[in-house]
């Protein structure tokens, strides 16, 4: 028997995650709850995304399909709980730009880092308090060794230049923290459950692809 996964577009992950209160409790293989699942019949034809690498699921007018709603995994809680910090460092680079770029171009991507990162940061937070999960605490960007996470060292040294060779430098620690953003997503689309959490995996991996894209077109261009 077919079965959907109920959920909305990637666009509106951030609204799912404020928006869906979950609950507390151990599936026995990690921190996480399991997934209810109800049975109805489909009216129209539906064609489901599979996961990456995987087949889509088509299912016909008439088919009996198994929806799944709720229930989240370890996964989805790691990738939770180690974006904030992620997001948290991104936002301090994102906030030097500021100050310290020369070039107009520069500080217009750091805007956008700031502008999507921040409010996914209240929606991540948001997702393990539902959850009754503990918040990282603030002031530990950097204390992960996450992926693509710069040190605290090269973060002073960002802080201490500017103009042309901090354009540079912000460039290229970005595009290297972007990264090891999108190695997390990954990671979480291939393990996870919690859909909000999978649509917001899929818009980091997404958008942050996008910004790396632009981000060497601008190094190219210094």
Do not use: K
């Not at 077919?2 to 507390?24: E, H, K, N, S, Y």
């Not at 699921?57 to 996964?75: H, K, M, R, S």
């Not at 009754?132 to 002073?156: K, R, S, Y």
């Amino acid at each position: 028997m077919p079965r959907v996964t109920i959920g909305t577009a990637a666009a509106a992950a951030v609204a799912a995650l404020l928006a869906l209160a979950g609950c507390g409790g151990d599936s026995g293989t990690g921190r996480g709850v399991p997934a209810s699942t109800t049975t109805a019949t489909s009216d129209t034809r539906v064609i489901e995304p599979g996961r990456p690498g995987e087949t889509a699921t088509v299912i016909e007018p008439g088919e009996d399909i198994e929806i799944v709603e709720g229930g989240y995994n370890e996964t989805d809680v790691r990738f939770v709980e180690q974006m904030i910090p992620h997001h948290r460092q991104a936002l301090a680079m994102a906030e030097l730009a500021q100050e310290r770029a020369q070039d107009e171009r520069v500080i217009l991507v750091a805007d956008r880092i700031a502008a999507g990162q921040g409010p996914e940061i209240t929606a991540l937070e948001a997702w393990l308090t539902d959850r009754d999960l503990p918040v990282p605490p603030a002031d530990t960007e950097h204390d992960h060794g996450l992926p693509g996470m710069i040190t605290p060292l090269q973060l002073e040294q960002l802080g201490n230049t500017e103009g042309a060779e901090f354009d540079e430098l912000f460039l290229t620690y970005m595009s290297q923290h972007h990264a090891g953003a999108i190695e997390m997503a990954d990671a979480a689309l291939t393990g996870g459950m919690d859909q909000p959490a999978l649509e917001l995996a899929t818009d980091v991996s997404v958008t942050q692809g996008i910004e790396i894209d632009r981000m060497s077109e601008l190094l190219d261009s210094l």
